[in-house]
């Protein structure tokens, strides 16, 4: 079955450059079905969406994020990846991949464990 | 601050009812059958138990079940079990095509 599994450094010193990529298993992301997306969850806080791609390249990405964020997708590994540049102490969260359900449901069917990004010098 | 707004907590004694609301706006909920829940024990990743307002995933329990009114969608998990103790949040697609979140909802089964 189609497993997501995020890994990227755990420890990203504040004004740098986060990157993580999500490598998904058991299953091709080259299907018309299902976008692909990243959601943080700061420490004991709530879910925030941040945005998705489609294996074509498509994207939809948080407008509170957008001149941040860049989301990319490498068919021949797949895989999909973020950037989030500047980073400071707020962008420390859990990072979950997930695969959101297309033809314009928009829901996450399946996530990711998570990792944990801390911002700190 | 979050797009939608939830209750921070809920509570209920085993076999007991109890609803979880999310409130949007004409841009998000309002606008579009698009609601989705989310369970989230502790220590790990969120479930979906209830998309498109009102439909739940193969293997999630019918005493989890969703409904909309306006601006404002609601959880109703019948039956409260102890293992039902967890974060609860709600998303809608908006109308900029984003997904919004809710806050969350701890439910604790007393």
């Known amino acids: 079955h189609l497993q997501l599994q995020e890994s990227g450094p755990g420890l990203v010193k504040p004004s740098e450059t986060l990157s993580l990529t999500c490598t998904v298993s058991?299953?091709?992301?080259?299907?018309?079905?299902?976008?692909w997306g990243w959601i943080r969850q700061p420490p004991g806080k709530g879910l925030e969406w941040i945005g998705i791609?489609?294996?074509?390249?498509?994207?939809y990405y948080n407008v509170s994020l957008k001149s941040r964020i860049t989301i990319s997708v490498d068919t021949s590994k797949n895989q999909f990846s973020l950037k989030l540049t500047s980073v400071t102490a707020a962008d420390t969260a859990v990072y979950y991949c997930?695969?959101?359900?297309?033809?314009?449901?928009?829901?996450?069917?399946?996530w990711g464990r998570g990792a944990l990004v801390t911002v700190s010098s | 601050q979050s797009a939608l707004t939830q209750p921070p907590s809920v509570s209920g004694s085993p076999g007991q009812s109890v609803t979880i609301s999310c409130t949007g706006t004409?841009?998000?909920?309002?606008?579009?059958?698009?609601v989705s829940w989310y369970q989230q024990p502790p220590g790990t990743a969120p479930k979906v138990i209830i998309y498109e307002v009102s439909n739940r995933p193969s293997g999630v329990p019918d005493r989890f079940s969703g409904s909309k009114s306006g601006n404002t969608a609601s959880l109703t998990i019948s039956g409260l079990q102890t293992e039902d103790e967890a974060d609860y949040y709600c998303s809608s697609h908006t109308k900029g095509n984003t997904l919004a979140f809710g806050g969350g909802t701890k439910v604790t089964v007393l």
């Open positions: 791609i489609f294996y074509s390249g498509s994207t």
């Open positions: 997930a695969r959101q359900y297309g033809y314009g449901k928009w829901y996450l069917d399946l």
């Open positions: 058991g299953g091709s992301i080259t299907t018309n079905d299902y976008w």
């Open positions: 004409s841009s998000d909920i309002g606008n579009y059958n698009l």
